[in-house]
């Protein structure tokens, strides 16, 4: 037959995009620049339209519910830990931080020597309106020389947004 009569087929992910934070963060609060989608040797371009993003605001090409995985590399110097949490709006206002990724020495050794160590985490979203639902990324907890890694030749602080179903 043509196939004609077939019903209940998914399009798959309609949306994939792939971003990463290009400069170190050295303070607290939103990350709002050094935001790029990553173009590096053999990535892969956006599935449909992608992110838009404007000084650390993510809007949502399209309603539906996203999985958003988020990964950051953090750098403590001495005793402290490093924190970066994804914030959402549902009124393109007031934000709510609702996931956390956090590394260093204070949470767990209690130690004085620095650290390097890399958190990853996930958030299943529900993008009900594209004008009101958008999320940024927030650091906290950095004290002193301490610092999220980033560089722009390699992802070590990155965000990925995938569309995979509908709202």
């Known amino acids: 037959g043509s196939g004609a009569a077939l019903t209940g087929i998914s399009a798959g992910i309609t949306e994939l995009d792939h971003w990463y934070l290009t400069s170190n963060k050295t303070s607290n609060g939103d990350i709002t620049a050094n935001l790029s989608r990553v173009g590096l040797t053999g990535a892969a371009a956006q599935i449909g339209t992608g992110m838009a993003e404007s000084s ?97 030749d390699t992802v070590r602080t990155g965000f990925i947004f995938a569309r995979i179903g509908d709202t």
């Open 56 to 152: 650390g605001i993510f809007t949502f090409p399209s309603t539906g519910k996203y999985l958003i995985i988020f990964t950051a590399t953090f750098v403590s110097v001495g005793n402290d830990s490093v924190l970066m949490r994804l914030a959402v709006t549902t009124n393109n206002s007031s934000y709510t931080e609702v996931s956390q990724c956090v590394g260093g020495q204070s949470h767990y050794s209690g130690g004085s020597a620095n650290s390097a160590t890399a958190s990853t985490q996930f958030y299943f979203l529900d993008v009900t309106d594209t004008s009101n639902v958008k999320v940024k990324f927030v650091v906290g907890s950095i004290a002193g020389s301490s610092y999220v890694e980033a560089v722009s």
